[in-house]
T-cell receptor, first 115, second 113 residues
């Protein structure tokens, strides 16, 4: 597609529930990143995929968070047993990593509210 | 790990004046420094970036300078316009290591007409 697409744009869930957030990167972008942005703060790194594999998941806060990218394109961020502190905007970004191109393109994000 | 500090947290200028936002980083191995503009409720958008082999880069009204020795870099916006009002984020990464970005805390720029 023309840009990074994230769905849903908004998600309200009850504490303890399971949620899935989807990211569809720009076609041909091999690198995919998930970030979390709390109100008034900069984005914080969660996980990075190069192709199908998670190259770095050091930013995932705990084992309730998991992400997959089974075919090297669409990625899903999964959060189990949601807590109110998980409320934030979850941003996905993709980029080319070959040559000298390092710039990210972010999606519009999913605003997750845990009540 | 990398730590990026950004100042000021808020900046108010008159239309037509210049604005300067400064960032420092901790990891001397970082070599890529992008700046993002984020309008309320919108996605962060890359406005300019600089790599460690360059000291300055300019694109129309915006410029970025990098001092590797001091580990700081700055964004300069000249002839500010009301549409420049937004939150600006600096970031740093080691681009050869997957390009995970560490962001600063952001600067809310307000340009008064």
């Amino acid at each position: 597609g023309a840009g990074v697409s994230q769905t849903p744009s908004n998600k309200v869930t009850e504490k303890g529930k399971y949620v899935e957030l989807r990211c569809d990167p720009i076609s041909g972008h091999t690198a995919l990143y998930w970030y979390r942005q709390s109100l008034g703060q900069g984005p914080e790194f969660l996980i990075y995929f190069q192709g199908t594999g998670a190259a770095d998941d050091s930013g995932l806060p705990n084992d309730r968070f998991f992400a997959v990218r089974p075919e090297g394109s669409v990625s899903t961020l999964k959060i189990q047993r949601t807590e109110r502190g998980d409320s934030a905007v979850y941003l996905c970004a993709s980029s080319l990593t070959q040559g000298n191109h390092y710039g990210y393109t972010f999606g519009s994000g999913t605003r997750l509210t845990v009540v | 790990g990398e730590n990026v500090e950004q100042h000021p947290s808020t900046l108010s200028v008159q239309e037509g004046d210049s604005a300067v936002i400064k960032c420092t980083y901790s990891d001397s191995a970082s070599n890529y420094f992008p700046w993002y503009k984020q309008e309320l409720g919108k996605r962060p958008q890359l406005i300019i970036d600089i790599r460690s082999n360059v000291g300055e880069k300019k694109d129309q009204r915006i410029a970025v300078t990098l001092n590797k020795t001091a580990k700081h870099f700055s964004l300069h916006i000249t002839e500010t316009q009301p549409e420049d009002s937004a939150v600006y984020f600096c970031a740093a990464s080691k681009a050869y290591a997957g390009n995970m970005l560490t962001f600063g805390g952001g600067t809310r720029l307000m340009v008064k007409p």
